[in-house]
């Protein structure tokens, strides 16, 4: 596993790309969830988003442990 990432020069911590790459992909799914209505199973929205992040934060990191490894 690498720690960070080095973009011309400028040393980013690997959890703030993977980061970056979860948050892109929650825009995507709440857009896609709010589209197909299914917001409207849910109890509290706000709390749903955090876990949805947490969530897609958690393979975003561990496919980037498998492929960098």
Known sequence: ???E???HGVFVPAL???AAIALLANALLRRLLQRLGLYR???HRPLFDLALFVILLGLV???G???LA
């Open 61 to 63: 990191a561990a496919l």
């Open 41 to 43: 199973l849910v109890w």
């Open 1 to 3: 596993m690498t720690g």
């Open 16 to 18: 703030l790309a993977w």
């Open 65 to 67: 442990n498998r492929i």
């Open 5 to 7: 990432f080095d973009l």
